[in-house]
């Protein structure tokens, strides 16, 4: 019999790469805290209608990539999350998040997208999503740029580009689509079937198609930027002060649409050249048309969301940190009596802080000392019959040469704040 494996485009994540993600999770979960952001969490399943009405229908989302599938029992038409921000959105309206002002919050976990399946992009991919509801910009537009670039510093991730754009507002985007599909049909021998569909249905998308003959048409197409008004240049250039105040380097990219059709005034991408065809590591914008679109009380709103799994891929192609901290000590112990000796001591040191793996299994001392060594940690305490029947401990430093020291078990953990710094990271 064929083993069963995993869906075509949805991974496991085994322990080596877990201890990845968790390392980046904490990170991650630090900063947002630092900023003042509190999580929320929804269901991985909605109605589709939802997403339908918060994304578009005319996206690629939800014309071919949505997991969506009709529940017989409650006749309801149901969707795996391609995204978070519409579930987000929904779950303030439904319990009044906004009564008593605006909200900074967060998200994260499993999306789930039909896209063909390659390397950085997956059916089951997971993002941290981060959203400020209820606040017009510009400042918190600058506030979600200026926290990527301090992720990225945090993470040591180096060369992230920007790129940011101003799409107005609706009636704005209305009149440029109304001359974007003039200029389009103009040019309609030139077009790609995508391109020609998209023509009619989401003229936009056409400006970030793939296909370098569409994109040669389209560079010659009307800019958006000439169509907006006096309140949306505004928006754009206090943003754009903010940024130059805080040294933050953009791109700006008349062509930048983006995949979902909620966004409104300032969107923006950050792009890594050393991932290949998925570069794009972090997306987001303004919506504030959408808490009215899902029923709600009209409220501005601004976001964006990262990807984990490409995020991760650019810190192990820097090589740097995304290792799992190593512990500070680990225990040693063989003999009668000694692993539960171990035991206290342990868990005294891990009350005060330590990070303590204690060996389990019986095993020589000699096989014992080598596997403290493999562990990265900085501080072997040694656990033998003698030192059970004395009430001590042996202490040997691994990354000093210096003798192996017997210590009284109440000195412990003042032997150990002398000689193993907390604040030590990876191994
Ligand atoms: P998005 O651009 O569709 O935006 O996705 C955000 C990020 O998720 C992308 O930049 C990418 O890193 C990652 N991502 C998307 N699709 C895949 C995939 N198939 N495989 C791996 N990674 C992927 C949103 O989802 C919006 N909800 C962002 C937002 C929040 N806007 C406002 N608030």
């Known amino acids: 019999m064929n083993p069963i494996q995993a869906v075509r ?26 900023y003042g952001y509190r999580n929320l969490r929804t269901p991985l399943v909605e109605n589709t209608q939802l997403f339908r009405r918060a994304i578009g229908e005319a996206t690629d989302i939800v014309e071919k990539e949505m997991y969506s599938w009709r529940d017989e029992l409650n006749s309801e038409e149901l969707t795996l999350r391609p995204e978070g921000t519409a579930s987000c959105v929904r779950a303030a309206i439904e319990h009044s998040l906004l009564h008593d002002g605006p909200k900074r919050v967060w998200y994260a976990g499993p999306m789930y997208r039909h896209e063909r399946p390659q390397k950085g992009r997956y059916r089951q991919f997971h993002q941290y999503g981060v959203e400020a509801l209820g606040y017009p910009g510009p400042d918190v537009d600058a506030e979600h740029i200026v926290m990527c670039a301090a992720l990225w510093r945090r993470l040591g991730l180096e060369g992230i580009r920007l790129e940011l754009n101003n799409i107005g507002s609706a009636e704005e985007r209305a009149k440029y689509r109304a001359e974007l599909r003039k200029f389009l049909l103009k040019n309609v021998d030139r077009l790609d079937e995508d391109a020609k569909r998209r023509m009619q249905t989401n003229p936009l998308r056409t ?20 169509f907006l008004g006096e309140a949306s240049l505004a928006h754009f250039d206090a943003l754009k002060a903010l940024l130059h105040s805080q040294k933050i380097e953009f791109k700006l990219n008349t062509r930048l649409v ?88 342990a868990e005294a040191l891990r009350k005060a802080g330590y990070r303590v793996v204690q060996h389990a299994g019986e095993t020589s001392f000699k096989s014992q000392m080598s596997r403290a060594n493999a562990s990265g940690a900085l501080c072997a305490l040694i656990v033998g019959e003698n030192e059970v029947k004395e009430n001590k401990v042996s202490m040997k430093l691994l990354r000093e040469e210096v003798p192996q020291m017997t210590l009284e078990r109440d000195g412990v953990l003042l032997a150990v704040r002398n000689n193993v710094p907390l604040a030590r990271r990876a191994g």
């Open 207 to 226: 400006l970030d198609s793939k296909n370098p003959l569409v994109k040669e048409v389209v560079a010659a197409a009307p800019s958006l930027m000439e």
């Open 258 to 345: 983006r995949g979902l059709d909620y966004y409104n005034l300032t969107v923006f991408e950050w792009v890594s050249d050393r991932l290949g065809a998925q570069g794009t590591v972090c997306g987001g914008g303004r919506y504030d048309g959408l808490f009215a679109q899902l029923g709600g009380k009209a409220a501005p709103a601004t976001g964006f969301a990262m990807g984990n799994e490409r995020l991760l891929a650019l810190l192990d192609e820097a090589g740097s940190a995304g290792k799992p901290p190593a512990p500070h000590i680990y225990v040693v112990c063989r003999g009668e009596g000694a692993f539960a000796y171990g035991f206290g001591v």
């Open 9 to 34: 485009g949805m991974n496991d994540i085994l322990p080596d790469e877990a201890e990845r993600w968790l390392w980046f999770e904490s990170e991650v979960q630090d900063w947002l805290a630092q």
